[in-house]
């Protein structure tokens, strides 16, 4: 199999880092966001729900998935592999396993949040379904910057051995 050249695989491992970095800036503000909001008016309320779409719209959904598809081409291209290394094929699992996430459900309860506090008004504060999504984030939301730490500690420490020995 041809490798990457040195030179590309340092750019893509720069590629990587920078998305997986801009991936859990972006999620880290979104949590405290989420957390912190104390809007006084409906607009308020509204417009806190608009900006955690907006950044998960701009900045998630586009870092997350280029800092997985580098990821996909380091593994490919490089000696690393898929399965070769435990912390590799751990990283490669829970970042798919947070795409799955981010996708079905914490992207589908940020923007529905928008779409109720918009359509419901006032009628929000007493909204069970609004009020289990914004819970819902709060906790898997943290759970996922959670999850991101790991992959950041893994992906320095290598704390586990090889999946397949070398050959001699």
């Known amino acids: 199999m041809a ?5 590309t695989r340092k750019t893509i491992v720069f590629i990587h880092v920078l998305f997986s ?23 308020e309320l509204l417009a806190y729900n608009f900006a955690t779409k907006l ?19 380091l593994c490919w291209k490089t000696a690393w592999g898929f399965f070769k290394h435990w912390w ?9 396993a ?12 940020t923007n529905e949040s928008v779409y109720m506090v918009r359509d419901l008004g006032e009628e929000i504060y007493s ?10 984030l709060n906790l898997w939301g943290t759970i ?10 893994i992906s320095v420490f290598k704390p586990w051995k090889r999946l397949i020995a070398e050959k001699k």
């Open 127 to 136: 909204n069970e379904t609004y009020s289990t999504y914004q819970s819902s």
């Open 55 to 73: 950044i998960d719209d701009w900045i998630v959904i586009a870092s997350a998935s280029l800092s997985f598809l580098s990821g996909v081409l």
């Open 144 to 153: 996922q910057v959670g999850a991101l730490v790991f992959l950041y500690f």
């Open 21 to 43: 970095s801009l991936w859990i800036g972006a999620a880290i503000s979104m949590v405290i966001i989420g957390f912190t909001k104390n809007p006084d008016t409906v607009s």
């Open 98 to 109: 947070l795409l799955i996430l981010g996708t079905f459900w914490l992207g589908k309860w």
């Open 88 to 96: 590799v094929a751990v990283k490669f699992i829970l970042t798919f």
């Open 3 to 7: 490798y990457f050249s040195k030179n």
